[in-house]
C-alpha cells in the first residue's frame, strides 16, 4: 500500500514535469466522444463493458486467474509449488497500469482538459472501497470482478446520494474514509472473534 501511494505521487509529479503544470484543453472531437459520446447509452460504458469482458476471461477461463489468488494468498506457497509469482504480479501490476490509464483516458475526455494533478484525485479511495466491499480481502487472494463492480456502484450511489441532500464536496471524503474505517473493521479478525464469541454466548 505504501508504495502505491508513493508511485501514485511520483506519477503525478512526472505528468506535471511533463505538462509543465499547464491545463491543455482539448478540442478533438472523437477524443471527447469517450468521456460524452452516447450510443444509446453513454460510449464509457462501452468502455467498461469491454475492459471486464477482457479481465473476466483473462481470470476466469484461463489459469491466470488461479495464480493471481494463488500469489496473492501465499506468494510463498505459490513460488515452491512452481508458479512464478514475480511474474504474475507483474502481470497483475500491469494489467492495472493499463486499466488506469484507460480510466484517465475517459476521465480527462469527459472535461477535455489534461488535468495532470487533478484528474483522479481521491479516486484510489473510491478504488479500495470498491474492491473490499466486493469481498476482495485486504491481505489479497479471491476476488470478485462482477462484486467489485457492485461496490463501484454502492460507491457512486454514495457519492451521488451525498450531494442530493446537500454534503458539501470536502466533506464527502471525510464520509467515504468513515466508510472505509468500517469496512476494514468488519473484516478485521478481532471483530470477526468477537461476533463469534457472542453467537457462541448466545448459543450457549
Do not use: H
Request: glycine share 12%.
Amino acid at each position: 500500500m505504501v508504495g502505491t501511494l508513493i508511485l501514485m505521487i511520483a506519477g503525478r509529479g512526472i505528468a506535471q514535469l511533463i505538462t509543465n503544470g499547464v491545463r491543455i484543453q482539448i478540442f478533438y472531437g472523437p477524443y471527447a466522444f469517450i468521456g460524452q459520446g452516447w450510443i444509446v447509452l453513454p460510449f464509457s460504458l462501452y468502455i467498461v463493458a469491454f475492459v471486464f469482458a477482457i479481465a473476466w476471461l483473462l481470470t476466469r477461463k484461463t489459469s491466470i486467474g488461479l495464480f493471481i489468488e494463488s500469489a496473492g494468498i501465499n506468494s510463498r506457497s505459490s513460488f515452491y509449488s512452481g508458479i512464478e509469482e514475480k511474474k504474475i504480479k507483474l502481470l497483475a501490476y500491469t494489467f492495472c497500469g493499463l486499466c488506469a490509464g484507460i480510466a484517465g483516458l475517459v476521465a480527462s475526455s469527459n472535461i477535455k482538459t489534461s488535468d495532470a494533478f487533478n484528474i483522479g484525485m481521491t479516486n484510489e479511495l473510491d478504488a479500495i472501497l470498491a474492491v473490499v466491499i466486493g469481498g476482495t480481502l485486504m491481505s489479497g487472494g479471491r476476488f470478485s470482478l462482477l462484486a467489485s463492480i457492485i461496490g463501484a456502484w454502492v460507491m457512486q450511489a454514495i457519492t451521488t446520494s451525498s450531494y442530493a441532500v446537500g454534503v458539501p464536496a470536502f466533506a464527502l471524503q471525510a464520509i467515504k474514509g468513515v466508510v472505509v474505517i468500517l469496512v476494514i473493521l468488519l473484516y478485521s479478525e478481532q471483530v470477526r472473534g468477537l461476533v463469534r464469541r457472542i453467537g457462541a454466548q448466545k448459543e450457549a
